[in-house]
């Protein structure tokens, strides 16, 4: 099984500010990483495949990068709808699995 | 407009059995893969099954492997999860998503507490 591990666990930043979230793996999963964003209560909404793609309406603030075994989700400038959890998802091997998430929280 | 609306949840007793259902709509459901994705009160994210289009792939995660049986029906554009032996562990919320779209479309879930 590979075993994605995210950092930092929480990240406290201030709104404008620019964040970056790591998600590496045990193993290299190719490009087949995604990332979403969760808010309580929510399902979990997409926000980057296949490591660099940005899904259908999901702002430019936020890219993705890296292939093998280092990813990094980056939002550019934080907005206040930002401040959620994110998690990264490989798809290159069963089981998928997800890493424990990144809470992104106000300072 | 894609939905997924899942359904079934409820309270169960350690060792019980419960069948959840996800009802699409909005795309040619019968043409994608479907996952089940489940989330422990406070805790992250699991995968635990998929099936894909035509239900001749399955797999599922260790944690639910011979207990958890997905299966689809493509007349009727659904997914379902039957549980059994059912165990405190299996406490979630449980999600189903399309592979439509690389997983943009989930459903808002439905609760399984198993307690005695």
Redesign the interface.
Known sequence: ?IVLTQSPATLSSSPGERVTLSCRASQSVNNYL?W?Q?KPGH??R?LI??ASNR??GIPARFSGSGSGTDFTLTISSLEPEDFAVY?C?QRNN????????TKVEIK | EVQLVESGGGLVQPGGSLRLSCAASGFTFSDYSMNWVRQAPGKGLEWIAYIRSGGNTIYYADSVKGRFTISRDDAKNSVYLRMSSLRDEDTALYFCASDLESWRYWGQGTLVIVSS
Do not use: I, K, N, S
Not at chain 1, 94 to 101: I, K, M, R, S, V
């Open positions: 099984e995604v979403f969760q399902a979990p997409l495949h296949d899904a259908a998690y998802q069963w089981p998928l699995t997800f890493g424990g998430g």
